[in-house]
């Protein structure tokens, strides 16, 4: 329960129902200065015109008319009370309350609050009990000349004990109301809290698992389209990714030992040899051992620029580059060694929009592409490159063969790092290839994707499409 009050998503609701209750005590505060604070005010109003009148009254006919008026006044108006007083002597002269409430005393010219006993009446018009009622009075004193001894106290009041039951029935009510809302905002806090709580939970688990080490533990989707299931999505796709490069590490580490060690112990051995041998030996240990050095610094460099695509880092400025102006580029600076290998080199494009991305970083991975088709499409004799626009906003951008190809169930894994389909490891090459363009596709978001290049014969080739977004100027 504790646990509970201290969650965020409570004490932002506890937040919201104060600003709730504020706002609610604001509207009720101007919802009683709209209705009983105008009745309130025009209650006033009256009895200030009415002594108004009776002063006039008394100014104009003097204290025998002033008695009869407060007589009559006093007759027919059920909720009017009056008082006329004469002074010094104190006589009530005339009216139909019995007393002066103690409260004028006090009062002044101002108006005042008072109660006063009145008889409870049957339909019969007899007599049944005592109501104690609440009125608002006002006093003022009538002489003829302001040096005369006699004058007058004349009292007006008017009964507003239905309209403060009202009022008092409201302001309970709306007590009422203010406590029930800040009640149901903190049960809702509550059940807000224990549910979110629930799902954070869910993700704490999940991250101390994988934390321990268990890196297939992924964050229970509950299909709520909320930002909390946003978050989770997002978490596991980052899970998914650091799962693979563990794996990527894993797989690399297998590998290493054959193509890095194996280079490694020839050179080891091959300097061996030569310290023993003659010199036109040793410059021929020379020469191989620079070739097979070279190659470790291509393996390197192979995986430090997969490894800087992968953070961001190689990515460098994204810009709008068209994908037909580099395939163009590509088959002259292909064509002569495609040639020499027996290939020709063919394009195909149609128009397409460009695409957002890395000049070079496209270049490369076209690159690596032909330099694959070049290496392992043993047996052909063509290799097109094409460019095209695909569905959902998309531009291809496809190296097509027609050799071996690769078996299907063999596709995805040729993405990953060392891995060769050639057991021996006899042709030149680090496994690498591959996996730098699937970097390089991921780096622009889009996705590679392996299949046949023809439908027929039993020579089908292999065809590597990189699908990019295109190019969005907003």
Do not use: C
């Not at 009559?72 to 009216?95: C, F, H, K, Q, T």
């Not at 292999?462 to 969005?472: C, G, M």
């Amino acid at each position: 329960m504790f646990r509970l009050l201290r969650t965020t998503t409570f004490r932002f609701t506890i937040v919201y129902v104060v600003v709730f209750a504020v706002a609610v005590a604001l509207l009720g505060y101007l919802f009683y200065q709209s209705t009983f604070g105008v009745v309130a005010k025009q209650t006033d109003s009256i009895l200030d015109q009415e002594i108004q009148v009776l002063s006039e009254v008394f100014s104009s006919e003097g204290a025998g008319v002033l008695r009869r008026v407060v007589r009559e006044r006093a007759a027919w108006r059920d909720d009017g009370l009056y008082m006329l007083i004469g002074a010094p002597s104190g006589a009530v002269l005339s009216g139909n309350l019995s007393a002066l409430p103690p409260e004028a005393l006090s009062a002044g010219e101002g108006f005042f609050n008072f109660t006063f006993e009145r008889p409870r009446l049957d339909a019969a018009g007899r007599e049944i009990g005592i109501d104690t009622r609440e009125a608002r009075g006002k006093i003022r004193r009538f002489k003829a000349t302001p040096d005369a001894e006699t004058s007058f106290l004349v009292f007006v009041a008017r009964d507003i004990s239905t309209r403060e039951s009202l009022r008092k029935r409201s302001q309970a009510l709306m007590t009422r109301i203010g406590a029930a809302t800040i009640g149901l905002g903190i049960v809702i806090g509550l059940l807000f809290s224990r549910t979110l709580l629930r799902r954070v939970d869910s993700v704490n688990r999940t991250a101390r698992a994988i934390r321990d080490g268990d890196l297939s533990k992924r964050i229970a989707l509950t299909g709520a389209v909320d930002e909390i299931e946003n978050l989770a999505i997002n978490l596991n796709a980052m899970l998914d990714q650091i799962e693979r490069l563990m794996n990527g590490m894993r797989e690399v580490s297998d590998n290493i030992a054959h193509d890095l060690r194996s280079p490694l112990n020839r050179i080891r051995g091959r300097l061996n040899e030569a310290l023993k041998s003659s010199p036109a030996e040793k410059e021929e240990a020379l020469r191989t051992t620079l070739e097979d050095a070279e190659g470790m610094i291509m393996t390197f460099n192979a995986l430090l620029s997969i490894a800087r695509i992968e953070s961001g880092e190689g990515a460098g400025q994204m810009e709008a580059v068209d994908l037909v102006a580099i395939a163009q580029e590509m088959v002259e600076l292909y064509e002569p060694a495609a040639q020499e290998s027996g290939f020709i080199l063919q394009l195909k494009t149609a128009p397409a929009p460009p695409v957002r991305g890395s000049r070079a970083l496209i270049s490369q991975a076209l690159a690596n592409l032909l330099d694959n088709a070049l290496k392992y499409a043993v047996g052909g004799t063509t290799i097109r490159i094409d460019v095209r626009k695909g569905s959902e906003n998309r531009v291809l951008l496809s190296v097509l063969d027609d050799g071996p190809g690769v078996p299907e169930a063999e596709r995805d894994s040729v993405l990953k790092r060392f891995v060769r389909l050639e057991q021996s490891r006899s042709t030149p090459g680090s496994g690498l290839g591959l996996s730098l363009v699937s970097a390089i596709a991921r780096a622009h978001r889009g996705s590679i994707l392996l299949g046949e290049s023809s439908t027929s014969g039993e020579r089908r080739g292999l065809k590597v499409t990189i699908a990019f977004p295109a190019y969005d100027k907003g």
